[in-house]
């Protein structure tokens, strides 16, 4: 969540979406993304109640991420993103790396540290992921509200659905290094540290391309995104089997 406004453009104005129609690119998507990790997740599923909080808790963590950027206001370390990408291309990879990724990846990790790990279903590795993955889904959505108003109903669709997936990505990363760090009665600094630096680095990186070249975001960002899902499809099917046959023996 960059804090920056989407560039206006008057002659779309009549396009945009309808305050009427301006949720359901949020709704819809949100209760496809939680019912697909729901499945996902089915041989040991998570109680209901657990992933509703940890999606609040996304929510919540996009209000911190809206705080932190306020805050590099105070120490004059804040930048216009639209602006770098038009002036200061170095400038903006700096400040996507520094800040914009580390910012947004900090607040969703936070309240998984805080508040996940100690919930007492989290007994499996698979439960990393999941939980991570809603807490992105809960930051994604208000991401969505701020931005789909400056859309139009096709572009709000399609940011609907992709939006999340982004978000969903970058905290599997450090979702499943605490989640098995931690499950594994390991310290979860160090490999928390790793997982966290991993992610901002590259959420950073992304946002960076999105911002810089809309002409060659879309290609450029799609390969990075196939790359990560099909890790982290991989990834799932793996623990999805090791789970059966922990079971089974």
Known sequence: MTGQRARADPKRDNERMTPGFLTLPVIVPVLF???????????LPEPVGNLFLAFLLGIGAAYLSQGLYISLGWIGLRYDALALADSNPIGLLTYSVLAI?????????????LIVLRMK?????????IYASFIALGYAAMENVHYLQFLTPIE?????F???VVHILFASIWGHWIGCAYLAGRS??????????????????????????????????????????????????????????????
Do not use: N, Q
């Open 156 to 160: 709000a669709a399609a940011r609907g």
């Open 101 to 113: 990724g580390p910012i947004e990846e900090l607040s969703k990790l936070l309240p998984f540290v």
């Open 188 to 249: 979860i600094l160090v490999c928390g540290l790793e997982g966290f630096a991993i992610a901002a680095v590259l959420h950073g990186i992304y946002d960076f391309v999105v911002l810089l070249s809309p002409t060659w975001s879309l290609p450029v960002g799609a390969i990075g995104i196939v790359i990560l899902w099909i890790w982290r499809l991989k990834l799932l099917r793996e623990m999805h089997h090791d789970a059966i046959r922990g079971a089974e023996e």
């Open 121 to 129: 279903a989290f007994d499996e590795p698979m439960d990393g992921i």
């Open 162 to 164: 992709a939006g999340p």
């Open 33 to 43: 993304w939680a019912a697909y990790h729901y499945h996902k997740d089915r041989h």
